[in-house]
């Protein structure tokens, strides 16, 4: 008796033990399920101790977090109405009264900065003492701003397009917290819709942490879609195959059951609900029910075969369950290749799918068999589909395509090669933070809408080391970053810079009195004057401290980029490098790049080199799996081009469709490998068999692998198209490009299984038929009488 043959009888004699066993782990793991955290802050692609991230790191020690602005915006001039203006006024007085907000910088709190010749020392002053009472005091007021006040500029206003915004500096401790969340949802949101309905002005909305905090409400509906959708079409593809509403039902319970220890595994090792880990419940169900397609279709084969339902129960597990545990860990395995990216991101994705797909087979092989036996043997009319002819016609067409029309399945794989190959040429690499966003969302449109009044939302970091204390505040320092300034204001993709500058700008202008005319850098005969006076000012000392660290020795220069790609981005950069070389001398002065954009693009970079490690990987452990089953390195060689075929294909699709290669697409190769294959493997497994069953004889063997594998191939096949299609409809579009890539590469992969893998075969029968090709056999032999009618 073999290990097969054990598992069954242990599975069909225990079957109250492990049902008890699966109910008590669905209890245990269903109450972790309160214990998921979603994500508050953006994914970091890059290992701790990458380079970029060290930067990054250093910029928050000296300034803390730079994430944590919001911006409101209007572009109405009915927003200078005396009503209105005032409205807005009282809107911003009410918003920075909540604990949650640090400070408001918006015209309702507009301070000027004057000369105070007695003390010699600045101070501030309010831009009005009381709300206006009439449209005339508004457009004073408005004139003064946008006329005589040019460091507001681009800050609080948009002089062009009259468009004015409040910048809401939130608490740094709570941006990367649930608290920030219950801001956003249950305060922000409802008072800008109060303020809208009370005004009819339209209020634009964004900032790193409303962007996050949307983006996240977005990820959580969506999970719930997703999981409803999946169960949807794989339930109704299952019924329309299967014809029975009890097997439907069964595989639809094992499902959801694997959903809920999904779930339940991500809560037990508290991870963070990312947009990669929402997609784990529906994956399970997606992969969990062709293991349903083959034990059933199996099952039904053999009570149609010879009527007896305990041996069809004890051979479904027997002769199916080696096969299927190969598929699964083969699909297993492509989601574990993610594991070694380095990216903790992806880390946890790769650990909970692999887990979760092992688990997911574990409950289809206990489960469907253990339900089964309390039923009755099915009847006639459940097993009418295994005759259908429209089934029969379609294996009858590749079995003839097979054997009289090989050559055209040659060249015919040759000329996709060739597209394909020009295709990957076409292919770009692409990261942004915002650009996978769901573009229909308001939040995304608000987006777009700040891109260009402001010239973007995502902060791009300048961190200047000056090596000595008070350095900054150098006439020849301050010149040399206004020379970086200078370039990055010429740079389309980056809004005008922000920095110290403008604040040495803004005090030689108060020291003139107010004249517009002086915003400038002073001169060094000015200097000692202009910033004597400063550092009497408490007001700029405060103002300094968001700009200058409280030693002098650091400054920084914020500016704000659009979305934009990593090729632009790259540009970008070494342009910004080389102004910085040319500036700043490397013996006085240490200056890098950073912000959390910029971290992003460089992880995707990152991700992008690991892709060839990943699906290295993946090949290698799938390699491993066939050298289990076979002895000849020719039939790994052979198992292994029809898979890497369609790969090939939906790379070649991405370069002429103009999907880019990002985080989200990334994924597409290494996951459908390692579900593909799967195929391979139920077609080798049966041919195996077949040759011993026909004595070597390689042209029968292929031709009745082909006839009863064909069927459970083709349905399981479709059910992954149309499952791995339920991912287009998100309105995330990373996720929509994985869903339709994915479903793509599998569609080939099943063309490629049935006709080229069986073509290959045939046309190397000499080459590969003969015992010492086969170790002893891991999966059953199955005497010519007992054949399987299908896997």
């Known amino acids: 008796m073999n290990f097969w043959s054990v598992v ?347 887990l979760n797909i092992v688990a997911i087979f574990i409950l289809s092989l206990l489960i469907i068999p253990i339900i089964y036996s309390f039923m009755h043997k099915p009847k006639e009319r459940h097993l009418e589909h295994l005759e259908r002819k429209w089934i029969d016609g379609i294996v009858n067409w590749m079995e003839n395509t097979v054997r009289h029309h090989r050559l055209t399945i040659y060249v015919s794989t040759v000329i996709v090669i060739i597209v394909s190959i020009i295709g990957v040429y076409m292919i770009r690499v692409s990261g942004s933070i915002i650009e996978d966003m769901p573009k229909g969302k308001q939040f995304y449109k608000d987006i777009v809408f700040f891109e260009q009044e402001f010239g973007g939302i995502m902060p791009l970091e300048v961190l200047v080391d000056t090596k000595k204390k008070k350095g900054v505040m150098r006439l020849s320092t301050l010149k040399r970053m206004e020379k970086l300034n200078e370039e990055i204001d010429e740079i389309p993709e980056l809004s005008n810079a922000i920095s110290v500058i403008d604040i040495i700008k803004y005090s030689k202008q108060a020291f003139y009195n107010g004249n517009p005319k002086y915003y400038q850098l002073p001169t060094q005969q000015e200097k000692n004057f202009i910033l004597s006076y400063t550092k009497n000012s408490v007001s700029n000392a405060n103002m300094l401290s968001n700009f200058v660290d409280s030693t002098g020795r650091y400054a920084r220069i914020t500016t704000f980029m659009k979305d934009i790609g990593t090729d632009r981005m790259e540009m970008i950069e070494e342009r910004l490098q080389d102004k910085i070389e040319k500036v700043f001398p490397e013996k006085n002065f240490e200056v890098s790049l950073t912000g959390k954009a910029l971290v992003f693009l460089k992880g995707t970079n990152y991700l992008v080199k690991n892709l060839a490690i990943s699906l290295s990987l993946a090949i290698l452990l799938i390699s491993l799996f066939m050298a289990w089953m076979f002895r000849s390195y020719k039939m790994i060689i052979i198992s292994l081009i029809p898979n890497i075929l369609p790969l090939l294909i939906t790379a070649g699709l991405m370069g002429y469709l103009g999907v880019p290669i990002k985080p989200s697409t990334i994924l597409v190769f290494s996951i459908a490998f390692g579900i593909s294959v799967d195929d391979t493997i139920h077609f080798l497994a049966k041919y195996r068999q077949e040759l011993i069953a026909h004595k070597w004889n390689v042209r029968k063997s292929v031709y009745a692998a082909l006839r009863e594998t064909g069927v459970s191939m083709f349905y399981t096949s479709i059910v992954l198209f149309f499952g791995f299609l339920v991912f287009t409809v998100s309105s995330f579009g990373g996720t929509k490009a994985l869903g339709g890539l994915v479903s793509v590469t599998l569609l080939f992969a099943m063309i490629s299984n049935l006709l080229l893998l069986p073509a290959l075969l045939l046309s190397l029968e000499s080459k590969i038929a003969n015992k010492k090709t086969f170790k002893k056999p891991t999966i059953a032999i199955i005497p010519k009488e007992d054949e399987e009618e299908n896997i």
């Open 8 to 354: 069954a009888r242990i599975i069909l004699k225990q079957r109250f033990l492990i049902l008890a066993v699966i109910v008590a782990a669905t209890i245990f793991l269903g109450s972790k399920i309160s214990n998921i955290q979603f994500s508050h802050s953006e994914a970091n692609l890059l290992p701790q101790d990458h380079p970029e991230n060290i930067k990054y790191d250093r910029f928050l020690e000296v300034f803390g977090e730079e994430g944590n602005l919001i911006i409101l915006a209007i572009q109405d001039t009915a927003v200078f109405k005396t009503s209105n203006f005032n409205a807005w006024i009282d809107f911003n007085k009410q918003l920075e009264a909540y604990s949650e907000v640090d400070f408001i910088a918006s015209i309702s709190n507009i301070q000027k900065l004057k000369k105070d010749t007695q003390k010699k020392q600045f101070v501030v002053e309010p831009l009005f003492n009381h709300k206006p009472q009439t449209d005339d005091e508004v457009l004073s007021i408005k004139t003064e701003l946008f006329d005589k006040l040019p460091f507001y500029n681009n800050i609080l206003f948009n002089k062009e397009t009259n468009t004015i915004r409040s910048a809401i500096y939130l608490d740094k401790a709570i941006v990367n917290t649930s608290i920030r969340e219950k801001f956003v949802v249950d305060i922000l949101n409802p008072a800008i819709k109060s303020f809208e309905e009370a005004t009819s002005l339209d209020v634009r909305v964004s900032g790193m942490p409303y962007i996050r905090t949307m983006n996240s409400k977005n990820i959580i509906d969506e999970i719930g879609i997703f999981v409803g959708l999946a169960l949807l079409v794989t339930s109704l593809i299952f019924f329309l195959f299967f014809r029975s509403y009890r097997a439907t039902f069964i595989s639809m319970t094992v499902v959801s059951i694997g959903v809920v220890w999904a779930l339940g595994l991500i809560g037990l090792f508290q991870y963070e609900i990312s947009v990669l880990m929402a997609l784990i419940p529906p994956l399970i169900i997606v992969i969990g029910v062709p293991n349903a397609i083959f034990l059933i279709n199996k099952y039904q084969n053999e009570v149609k075969k010879h009527g007896n339902q305990a041996k069809s129960l004890q051979r479904v597990i027997s002769k199916v369950g080696n096969a299927t545990l190969m598929t699964n860990i083969t699909t297993a395995s492509g989601f574990a290749t993610f594991i070694f990216t380095n990216s903790q991101l992806l880390k946890e994705f790769g650990i909970i799918a692999s």
